[in-house]
């Protein structure tokens, strides 16, 4: 009795200056719809690549692509994510689900706007180049649309703004900047017209030189950081969706962040 009157005393406590009793324990809180959606988005970067394996003759080549590699984290933090949610578990850090929003961003727009756009210099849709059809246009979709656009609608609407720190952004540039080193490291000890020595045309030694595509992966990397400050300057001022109850409580339940809280196959 002493003890469960020492707590009840504690609560009439907090409420007496002002702090709402269910701020100090808040009860978990489970988050259905959120957990049903980030399990989608991860279904779709699992199912992309499950397809890619499939099909393609070298596993090895197929896992060297930025874009893999970027779905691989979608999967695995999406699924995640998606118990947390289900469970009610504490939210990923931001750190993470903002790096892994960051990835597969470059993943789409490096694709979109510079690999699949005629009008680039480092374009993958040449006259050569045959079109994707079947299972392969299936899973250049869902790699390449689908998940970066289903982790921009999660970032958007179901995570609390106000996580991200201007020092992540300078974090997340350390996967990048390694993935240049290894796609060189790579392309130095394999054969000479190996296919796909080099995943992606920017980073081609034999055809820009080691100068050239150093010059590439600076412009690229000036590309990714600024994108990286964006993410960190609109975290800061997006609005929080509607819902809200009292506490904050309603509409943040299916979000996965605390408050104040890749190129391309």
């Given at each position: 009795m002493k003890g469960t009157r020492s707590a009840f005393d504690s609560r009439n406590a907090f409420s007496a200056r002002g702090v709402p009793a269910e701020a100090v324990a808040p009860p978990p809180v489970r988050r259905p719809l959120a957990a049903v959606f980030r399990a989608l988005v991860a279904l779709a970067a699992l199912t992309g690549i499950v397809i890619d394996l499939a099909l393609a003759d070298s596993v090895p080549r197929v896992l060297s692509y930025f874009t893999v590699q970027s779905n691989v984290l979608v999967a695995v933090v999406f699924a995640v994510s998606a118990w947390r949610a289900w469970t009610a578990r504490p939210p990923l850090p931001p750190w993470l689900t903002g790096g892994t929003l960051l990835f597969i961003s470059i993943t789409g727009l490096v694709y979109h706007f510079v690999l699949a756009n005629d009008a680039s210099s480092f374009s993958m849709t040449g006259d050569e180049a045959a079109p994707l059809t079947g299972?392969?246009?299936?899973?250049?979709?869902?790699?390449?649309?689908?998940?970066?656009?289903?982790?921009?609608?999660?970032?958007?609407?179901l995570i609390r703004p106000g996580g991200l720190r201007l020092?992540?952004?300078?974090?997340?540039?350390?996967?990048?900047?390694?993935?240049?080193?290894?796609?060189?490291?790579?392309?130095?000890?394999?054969?000479?017209?190996?296919?796909?020595?080099?995943?992606?045309?920017?980073?081609?030694?034999?055809?820009?030189?080691?100068?050239?595509?150093?010059?590439?992966?600076?412009?690229?990397?000036l590309a990714f950081y600024a994108l990286a400050l964006a993410l960190v300057g609109l975290d800061r001022v997006r609005p929080r969706p509607r819902g809200r109850g009292k506490g904050g409580a309603k509409g943040l339940g299916n979000r996965i962040s605390s408050q104040g809280a890749g190129p391309l196959k």
């Open positions: 299972w392969h246009s299936v899973s250049n979709q869902l790699l390449h649309t689908v998940t970066p656009l289903g982790a921009l609608a999660n970032w958007l609407f020092r992540h952004a300078g974090l997340w540039l350390l996967y990048p900047l390694a993935y240049f080193a290894f796609a060189l490291i790579r392309g130095a000890i394999m054969t000479p017209g190996t296919p796909a020595r080099y995943p992606y045309p920017f980073l081609d030694v034999d055809q820009h030189g080691y100068a050239g595509v150093l010059g590439n992966a600076v412009i690229f990397g």
